[in-house]
């Protein structure tokens, strides 16, 4: 619409740009799978959304040398990658079958009794803290003061 004692006004007209082709792709794209990632390399990182905060193994009732504890060797792990770390001898994968029966079932009350591995990592003297592993990612689930979850003879 024109609007009365006014010119319309006709802007420029830009060129259309159109793409220039240097070469032209050879034969289909494919995508290639490269396999799962390697993780032994990687550095290590924490979760704590699944820690379990009742029953037998809580990570909640920490007096203040096994808190000392904890965070230091939590700090000193996220130094070393998880192939260090196995070499180092600080942790064990346990299949659930070698659990002992009350953290089996603590596995099922809590819901994570669909898991087939748990991993322990030597704290301090018989303190162990139990985790679950994905990749480089541990989710921290217990702490066991007294080896309860994965009992050995000495």
């Known amino acids: 619409m024109i609007w009365p004692n006014t010119t319309a006004v006709s802007m420029p007209r830009k060129p259309s740009k159109l ?3 240097g070469n032209n792709p050879i034969g289909p794209k494919v995508a290639v799978y490269l396999g799962p ?3 032994e390399h990687r550095h290590m ?6 820690a379990d905060i009742d029953g037998p193994f809580t990570c909640s009732q920490l007096d ?3 808190h000392n ?3 230091d060797r939590l700090r000193a792990f996220e130094k070393m990658n998880v192939a260090e770390l196995r070499n180092d001898g600080s942790f064990h994968e346990i299949p659930i079958q070698k659990i002992s029966p009350m953290a089996r079932r603590r596995l099922r009350d809590i819901g994570l009794d669909d898991q087939e591995t748990l991993y322990s990592f030597r704290m301090m003297a018989a303190c162990r803290l139990w985790c679950m592993k994905h990749e480089n990612l541990f989710s921290i689930l217990w702490w066991d003061k007294h080896h309860q979850v ?3 003879k000495k």
């Open 19 to 21: 793409p220039v082709v």
């Open 37 to 39: 990632p390697n993780v």
């Open 45 to 50: 990182a924490w979760r704590f959304s699944n």
């Open 64 to 66: 203040h040398e096994e």
């Open 69 to 71: 504890c904890l965070w």
């Open 150 to 152: 994965y009992p050995t």
